[in-house]
């Protein structure tokens, strides 16, 4: 009896959550980024 099969999934199931979390952390990370400069662009102020 091989273990193989049982080695390979749960290998292939570690890569395969490990990246979907490194997905999920980059597209978290841009959108804090695009809110951040929006948060940081210097506003004009209307003169009085």
């Given at each position: 009896m091989t273990h193989?099969?049982?080695?390979?999934a749960a290998?292939?199931?570690t890569l395969g959550?490990?990246?979907?979390?490194?997905?999920n952390a980059?597209?978290?990370l841009r959108q804090a980024r695009?809110?951040?400069a929006a948060i940081e662009q210097?506003?004009?102020?209307?003169p009085s």
């Open positions: 193989l099969p049982y080695i390979v290998y292939g199931l959550v490990a990246a979907i979390l490194s997905v980059t597209l978290r695009r809110r951040l210097p506003r004009t102020r209307q």
